[in-house]
Structure formats: C-alpha cells, structure tokens
C-alpha cells in the first residue's frame, strides 16, 4: 500500500491495488511497481500543483498539453529528481530576459523505453480507473466520453518501436542448445569444473539447475516448491501451486507462483537427486525443519536453513556464470524458454513419425493446449513469446528447402539449354 507522511494509506491507490490488482490474481512484484508507477503520476501533480481527485470530481480530465507534460515527465529518472518544493518554501528567483546568458546543462537522467512504456500504461489504466470512481454518481455518458477520450490519447503517447526487452533477440532468450548443455554439465554434482566446492550446495545447485531445465517452470514457483508438493516414487512428479502469504515463509519478498497450478512429471534421476537431498542434506540442516520449502540456504549466517532466496539464486547464477563467458546468456528465466523451444522441436520430431505411421501426429490445437498447460498459462496465446526460436529456426528450414528447389529448378534448365 501508498501511504502519506502519518502512515495512513492513500485511499484511491489502495482501492486500485486491491480491487484492479490483488484481486486479479497479480503477483506481489507486479503490485508494488504498479504503485510505484502511481507515485510517479502523484509527484507529477505535486510539481505541477494539480489534485486530479478535485479535477476529476467536477468532469475536467486531462488535455492534450497536461498528457504531454506528463508523457514527459514520466520519462524521468524518479532517482535523480530534486526534492519537492512544499507549501511555504521561497519562490525560485527569476532571471530577466535581457540577463538571461548561454550555459551548459547536464543532460536529465531518464528511463529506458521499456520502463516508460510501462509507467504510462499504468497510469492509463490508474485514471481510467480514478475517473470512473469519481464520477460513478452522475452516470454520464459525457463523463464516460470524457476519460475514454482522455485514456486513448495518453496511452498514444506511449513510446514506439521499443526493442525486446532482452535486447538480443531469440537467441537471447533461448540460448543455443550447446551452451544449455554445457551448463548443465558444469552445475552438475561431480564435474571438476563446478565453482561450488561443499557437496551438499552442488547438490542443491543441481537439482535447482535440473528443475528448471525439466519443467520450464518460472524462478518463484521453483522457490515456492514445498515437500509436500513432490511425488518422488515410481513415476516422479512436483505439483506447483499457488502459496501466496504461507505463515511458513521467513522471507520479506516471498516468491511465489505466477500462474495456475499444475502437476508436471519428473526423469528418474531427478527425482532420485531430490529424495537424496531430503534425506542426506536437508535433514542435517536444523533450521530447516521448521519449514517445509525444499531448496534452503547453506551458508552458515543468520540465512542458514532458510528458503533460499531469488537474489541468492542470482549469485548461484552469477558464479556459473564466471566460469565460462559463453553462459552469460543464461539465467533462470532462459530455462523456460529453452524448454518450450525443446518441447516444440520434440513435437515436430513426433509428427515426421506419424507422417511415416509410427504414431499419431499432435495438432497445432492439441500442441496449444499441452503448451498452456505445462506453462500454466490460462491464455493459450500467452505461449507465442516462448516458441519464437523454434520458428525463426522452421522458417529458417523452409526458405532453404524453397531456395534449393530453385537452384534445382535453374540446374534442370541450364542443362537442357545446353543441350539444345
């Protein structure tokens, strides 16, 4: 929650973060920077001596040239801005024109595109939402007009043309196969090349790698796994869930999982990994049998046998990472990207069988649907930004399948002129 100088919650973004937000399911990170984004819109009436609640109450929104000082503003750097004037404090002295001189300035720290885009796409929806609050007494369609009008244009003004957000590309975010596999080898328990030294880290390291490689599943819902959560008999499997606000969890950002629960099957070997680690390692950690999350800290300091966190898990990385400078395009989430590439290569290489009639081809409906699910995504859809690899490579394939039959095509041609 937004609060004021005496620690009482501002109403207006408490009512959005719980009514647009909270109860919509959003992750805790997604709220805190929506508010974020709101306080920006807030600091931005206080330097422009606006109250957008008195505003909106009488039916005056927004124009053209308060959406532009706004686009502007936005793109700030909130971190480098000036403190804010108050009432009470001395007017800034102003310079005649005929005393005014050419000088330097320093350029205005500012956000990247992505950020900003973000940022105004939130207060869109934050005014949109103020607006309607506000108003909701009259039932007007001139009001409803009004911030439809006044929504439309700001979210116009949004940044355009913006980069992928991890600047380069497919490759990016799905490294190459090789790298993936080289990593693993390294993470693995016994590789002489492991930076980690204590046996119990490499094999809770290994096992953390071997989940993300294996399931696709997001950086906090591998946090979030308890051990009730694992099935580590015949057929292993983990069931993810959602754990939101478990009295269980010590940590200040609890990670948790982002989208629906799901049950995911595991190799052998994994699962064999997991039930040493339970019983070998764990166990010995005497702090952690006060809670039931799987992957804990093993560094002997006030963190010990505590569920480790996501900016531990970054360090993990971060020290892989040193060993070969070819792994610095991995991290968690390139896991789950790199999953879907290989469950859509696996796909294909099942239907070349069943073109041949020794299985039953997957649909482009049914690969959907086995895509959402193991994803947990709700929107089938939602799954395109992880099989964009899988697609540049196919149509990589198939432009050169067409240029063969070209250069074939000409071959046949220039042989029977040369006949002739």
Not at 226 to 231: A, E, I, N, P, S
């Amino acid at each position: 929650m937004l609060h004021d100088a005496s620690g009482v919650p501002l109403f207006y973004p408490t009512l959005f973060a719980t009514t647009q937000l909270r109860n919509a399911g959003a992750a805790v990170n997604t709220i805190r920077n929506k508010l974020s984004d709101i306080v920006v819109l807030m600091r931005w009436e206080r330097s422009n001596g606006r109250d957008l609640n008195t505003e909106f109450s009488c039916g005056r929104w927004l124009s053209l040239a308060d959406i532009e000082s706004l686009r502007d503003f936005a793109k700030l750097d909130m971190r480098n801005m000036a403190p804010e004037r108050r009432p009470g404090d001395a007017e800034p002295v102003l310079v005649d024109f005929f005393e005014a001189r050419i000088g330097s300035s320093l350029a205005v720290a500012s956000v990247g595109g992505q950020q900003h885009f973000n940022r105004l796409s939130t207060i869109a929806d934050y005014l949109e939402f103020l607006g309607s609050v506000l108003t909701s007494h009259r039932q007007s369609s001139d009001s409803a007009s009004g911030i439809a009008q006044m929504v439309a244009t700001l979210r116009k003004h949004r940044p355009r043309g913006l980069a992928p957000r991890f600047g380069g590309g497919d490759e990016e975010r799905s490294p190459p196969t090789a790298i993936i596999e080289r990593f693993m080898e390294v993470g693995s328990e016994d590789d002489p090349r492991n930076p980690v030294r204590d046996p119990g880290m490499r094999l809770r390291n290994a096992i953390l790698f071997g989940l993300l490689f294996n399931t696709g599943m997001r950086i906090g819902e591998l946090l979030s796994l308890r051990l009730d959560q694992f099935d580590l008999g015949h057929a292993p499997t983990v069931r993810i869930k959602r754990n939101q606000d478990d009295v269980h969890d010590s940590r200040r950002y609890q990670p948790v999982a982002k989208t629906k629960e799901r049950q995911i099957p595991l190799p052998d070997e994994l699962g064999s990994m997991i039930q040493r680690y339970i019983m070998q390692v764990r166990s010995k950690v005497k702090p952690a049998r006060r809670h039931p999350y799987l992957i804990v800290s093993h560094r002997k300091d006030r963190t010990w046998g505590h569920p480790l966190s996501v900016s531990t898990v970054r360090q993990i990385f971060k020290r892989m990472r040193s060993v070969d400078a070819e792994f610095d395009c991995i991290h968690p989430h390139a896991f789950r990207h790199h999953f879907n590439y290989r469950l859509s290569a696996e796909i294909d290489k099942r239907n070349r069988k069943g073109e041949q009639g020794a299985t039953a081809p997957i649909t482009e409906a049914r690969e959907l649907d086995i895509r959402a699910h193991l994803n947990g995504h709700r929107n089938k859809r939602s799954g395109e930004t992880y099989n964009r690899r899988h697609i540049r490579e196919s149509s990589d394939e198939a432009a050169r399948m067409v240029q063969a039959g070209m250069a074939n095509k000409d071959t046949i041609k220039g042989g029977a002129g040369e006949k002739q």
